[in-house]
């Protein structure tokens, strides 16, 4: 942390915003507000934040934040993945609940005597599975009735 000859803050965690390091994000720590603010900040020839940055901060400080961030950023991304790819496999096993639900709200085949078709509709995998063994267990009721 560097504290700032200008005002009195310090800049904390900069980072390159770009690959050809002419723009850098910091953030501006004010410690009689306590107020943080982040700043963007580019290389114009003339900006004083930026030169005050690559005066009290070396390109390996900056290289290193910038990793970092880079890997907290994939992480994150790699979190949010995970927890949507959860979730979508949450709703699926709800609807294959309820489709197994459903089936069995079918009086033919709740009263069917096929123990054999009805464990594979429980065990079924996916809602068509379902729907196709259950239309194969009402089939072979139909042609039993008649």
């Known amino acids: 942390m560097a ?4 005002t009195n803050r ?6 390159w915003a ?14 009689d507000t306590d107020k943080r603010v982040t700043a963007s ?4 020839g ?20 910038t990793n970092r961030r880079k890997e907290l950023r994939d992480e994150e991304i790699k979190r949010n993945d995970d927890r949507r790819k959860a979730d979508m496999e949450k709703v699926k096993q709800e609807q294959l609940f309820a489709a197994k639900l459903d089936a069995f709200e079918i009086d033919v085949i709740k ?4 123990r054999k078709m009805k464990s594979k509709i429980r065990k079924a995998k996916s809602v068509i599975e379902i729907t196709a ?8 009721e139909s042609a039993n009735v008649e």
């Open 3 to 6: 504290s700032s000859p200008i």
């Open 41 to 44: 900040i580019m290389n114009d």
């Open 10 to 15: 310090k800049i904390e965690n900069p980072y």
């Open 133 to 140: 063994l259950a239309a194969i267990l009402m089939t072979e």
């Open 111 to 114: 009263n069917s005597s096929n």
């Open 46 to 65: 003339n900006n004083r934040d930026y030169k005050e940055i690559l005066k009290n901060f070396s390109i390996e400080q900056l290289d290193a934040n």
């Open 18 to 31: 770009n690959k050809e390091r002419e723009h850098i994000i910091a953030e501006f720590y004010y410690p």
